[in-house]
């Protein structure tokens, strides 16, 4: 079972766009690199194609990983609640703490 992803509603709507984004914009103009880079010679030698297959699959893993947020995305209400962040090595927790340590979001 998927462990559920807490996240603001602005959090929210800023994967979302990134995900149309991502979709909707890169995904249509790396395809059009490809194309322009596809020639009659030896493809492994193109540094152009080599260049934009590499851009494709970079945007197909943050889709992904976008998709995959989303899917877990819970979405809590902080306007009635003081919360602090606090960042560790490479996480992000939240809390609900006293107002003398945090401000109200």
């Not at 322009?36 to 194609?49: G, I």
């Not at 009635?80 to 109200?104: D, F, L």
Request: charged share 30%.
């Amino acid at each position: 079972m998927l462990n559920k992803l807490p996240m603001t509603t602005e959090g929210f709507t800023a994967l979302e766009t990134e995900l149309k984004y991502c979709r909707e914009v890169e995904r249509p103009r790396i395809i059009q690199q490809l194309a322009d880079a596809r020639t009659p010679e030896d493809l492994s030698e193109n540094v152009d194609y080599r260049n934009a297959t590499e851009l494709q699959s970079q945007n197909e893993l943050r889709i992904a990983e976008l998709e995959n947020k989303l899917s877990r995305a819970e979405v809590i209400d902080t306007s009635n609640h003081i919360w602090c962040y606090r960042h560790a090595v490479g996480a992000e927790h939240q809390k609900e703490v006293g107002m003398e340590n945090c401000r109200r979001t």
